[in-house]
């Protein structure tokens, strides 16, 4: 049977909780000190630890000093004088999680149901690191560059801890894997992971699919329904391009990252949330705020832990592996395995990518489908077109990697291209419109281009075309 310690100098508190974990098929027992608490964990390693940190004769984060504590048992820190900073210093200490009284019976049987020893956690991320220069790939990413061995050290630190994560880079870097590969990590692996795209949900449906409804709380509601809140409980909520979320919304998520309740539509009665929040976006957050797309407010409560995934034209060195991965990976499932030639894996490494890895995966799968034979060469690969200049890299044999560029190269439009001219006074969605449609009248409509020069993804500009087709006279020439 699990043994679990509760250190807390409030008797009645301590109590309360000891009786709580004791219904959890748990032994426990009580410190009101550290001296206590010291001398219990002599007498018995606990499974988990729960530590109030204003104690009689210290904090509470003293005991974080103990190796063979932090190794063996799960600390989640317990109490009423709740901060950023004081639960950033206690995960970064090793603390597995942060709780704020009054506990709720919910939350604390979550905390009980996915216990793990700190030091198996570990091993696991020692072991997937240790195989990465012979495998290529962390979790479900791949690449051995130095940008890529920074991002799987933070995940490593990250993914063990409850601390809520804010992705940020440009479309097609692999901000959902990241997120995937987080969760794997983390203790809630045994719960669902469920991944939403804000801006692919109707406004007019999103509040609904997130939080749920009530049978007939709105026309067509025929029936109860569990929104991604409630699906997603024990586990993990990935919420995609935050920043497409209506500011209406946003208010109604801030308040469940400050509670840890929420209510579905229709409903008067408030529900427990047991997930860990890992948010998204291809936008510079706080460009976002100063475009009223993102709260500020919202910004500093999910941006406890960023994480900035690098462009692939940044790391052109994982090109080859990244593309031969997925070589391998579609000639598994079509059961015809292919090799790429020096001059495909040449050509691959001049090519700028602005849709970035999920655009490479997209033009080997059509050289693919293209090939005669058993060699894929460079005839059905993208190419550097005017205005968007290629990367300068030397041809690579199959087996080496491509080299990474003197300096990044970025997608842009050229010198001769018409000015966009605004007078001071122009509001920031003004100016965005007109940049938009002047930039894609520019390349004569050709939406991917577009969206690769402005920096966002093609559903973004999608769906800036359809608010802009809506209420505007050149609705013909926008579609």
């Known amino acids: 049977m699990p043994h679990a310690?509760?250190?807390?100098?409030?008797?009645?508190?301590?109590?309360?909780?000891?009786?709580?974990?004791?219904?959890?098929?748990f032994t426990v027992a009580?410190?009101?000190?550290?001296?206590?608490?010291?001398r219990q964990i002599s007498l018995q390693q606990p499974d988990i630890?729960?530590?109030d940190l204003l104690l009689p004769d210290g904090n509470g984060m003293e005991l974080l000093a103990n190796p063979q504590l932090m190794a063996h048992s799960e600390v989640v820190l317990c109490t009423g004088h709740a901060s950023i900073e004081t639960s950033i210093q206690a995960l970064r200490l090793g603390a597995a999680d942060y709780l704020v009284k009054p506990i709720k019976l919910k939350q604390l049987q979550g905390v009980l149901s996915r216990i793990m020893k700190p030091a198996a956690m570990k091993a696991e991320v020692e072991d997937l690191t240790a195989q990465l220069s012979t495998s290529g790939h962390f979790g479900h990413l791949w690449g051995t560059s130095?940008?890529?061995?920074?991002?799987?050290?933070?995940?490593?630190?990250v993914a063990a801890t409850s601390v809520t994560v804010f992705i940020t880079g440009e479309s097609g870097t692999g901000k959902e894997v990241v997120a995937q590969t987080v969760h794997d990590l983390s203790r809630r692996r045994k719960q669902p992971f469920?991944?939403?795209?804000?801006g692919a949900i109707s406004p007019n449906l999103i509040e609904s699919e997130i939080f749920g409804h009530e049978k007939g709380s709105f026309t067509g509601a025929e029936r109860q329904h569990q929104g991604f809140f409630e699906r997603a409980s024990g586990g993990t909520l990935f919420l995609d391009e935050i920043t497409e979320m209506p500011p209406e919304l946003q208010v109604k998520l801030l308040r469940v990252l400050e509670t840890g309740?929420?209510?579905?539509?229709?409903?008067?009665?408030?529900q427990e949330s047991d997930v860990r929040i890992i948010a998204a976006t291809n936008r510079l957050p706080h460009e976002a705020v100063a475009a009223g797309r993102l709260r500020e407010d919202l910004l500093y409560r999910l941006n406890v832990f960023p994480l900035d995934l690098p462009p692939l034209r940044e790391r052109l060195s994982d090109l080859g592996l990244l593309a031969s991965h997925f070589l391998a990976d579609i000639g598994t499932q079509e059961g015809r395995p292919r090799s790429f030639t020096p001059a495909a894996l040449a050509q691959l490494a001049r090519y700028h990518w602005p849709g970035n890895v999920r655009e490479l995966r997209n033009a080997v799968q059509r050289a693919y489908v293209m090939a005669q034979g058993d060699t894929i060469d460079d005839t059905w690969l993208p190419r550097g077109e005017a205005g968007l200049p290629v990367a300068e890299a030397p041809a690579v044999a199959a087996s080496a990697a491509p080299?990474?560029?003197q300096r990044p190269v970025v997608a842009q439009v050229p010198?001769?291209?018409e000015a966009v001219v605004l007078p001071i006074g122009t509001s920031v969605a003004q100016a965005e419109r007109l940049l938009t449609l002047a930039t894609l009248r520019h390349f004569n409509h050709h939406k991917e281009r577009t969206a690769a020069v402005l920096g966002i993804s093609l559903k973004t500009l999608y769906n800036r075309l359809k608010e802009y087709a809506a209420d505007s006279p050149e609705a013909d020439e926008i579609a």
Do not use: W
């Not at 310690?5 to 098929?25: C, K, N, P």
């Not at 469920?194 to 804000?198: D, G, Q």
């Open 49 to 51: 630890l729960l530590l």
């Open 146 to 157: 130095p940008s890529m061995q920074r991002i799987y050290e933070q995940i490593s630190r």
């Open 415 to 417: 010198a001769a291209a």
């Open 261 to 270: 309740r929420f209510m579905r539509v229709g409903s008067t009665v408030s």
């Open 194 to 198: 469920l991944a939403v795209n804000c």
């Open 5 to 25: 310690l509760v250190v807390d100098d409030d008797i009645d508190s301590a109590t309360s909780m000891r009786d709580l974990i004791a219904g959890e098929q």
């Open 30 to 38: 009580v410190a009101h000190n550290l001296r206590d608490a010291r």
């Open 403 to 405: 080299a990474v560029p």
